[in-house]
C-alpha cells in the first residue's frame, strides 16, 4: 500500500507542476517587474514583447454585465493586453497581463494561452 501512497503523490505532484506558474515577478535585464507597475516600466525593464495579444474585456458594475446603450459616457468594455516574453533558451515563456495601464499579473508557462 505505501508503492500506491507514493504513486499518487508523484501523480498530483506532476499535474501540479504541468499546469501555468502565477508568479509574482519577472525578472529581465532592466530590473525586476512586479504586479502592479506601469506599462512603461514594463517596457523599460524588459523592453517590447516578442508576441502582443489585446482583447476587449465586459465592464462589470455591481455583479452585473453593462449594457453597451447604458454606457453612452463610459465604455462597454476595458482592454486587456497579454505581453508574452521569450525568457530565452531552457526557460518557460513569461505572459504578462496589462489592464488599465497596470500589470494586473504575470504567468510562466510552457505555450501561451
Known amino acids: 500500500m505505501g508503492a ?3 504513486v499518487g503523490l508523484l501523480v498530483a505532484v506532476m499535474l501540479l ?3 501555468p506558474v502565477h508568479a509574482d515577478a ?3 535585464s532592466g530590473g525586476t517587474v ?3 507597475d506601469t506599462r512603461a516600466s514594463l517596457l523599460q525593464k524588459c523592453g517590447p ?5 489585446s482583447f476587449c474585456a465586459p465592464v ?3 455583479k452585473a454585465l453593462v449594457p453597451a446603450p447604458l454606457t453612452s459616457n463610459a465604455a462597454s468594455c476595458e482592454q486587456i493586453d497579454d505581453w508574452i516574453y521569450d525568457r530565452g533558451q531552457g526557460r518557460l ?5 496589462i489592464r488599465a495601464g497596470a500589470v494586473q499579473s504575470i504567468r ?3 505555450q501561451p494561452r
Open 4 to 6: 500506491q501512497i507514493r
Open 17 to 19: 507542476l504541468s499546469g
Open 26 to 28: 519577472l525578472r529581465c
Open 34 to 36: 512586479e504586479e502592479g
Open 49 to 53: 514583447p516578442q508576441l502582443q495579444d
Open 60 to 62: 462589470f458594475q455591481n
Open 93 to 97: 515563456a513569461a505572459t504578462v497581463r
Open 108 to 110: 510562466i508557462q510552457r
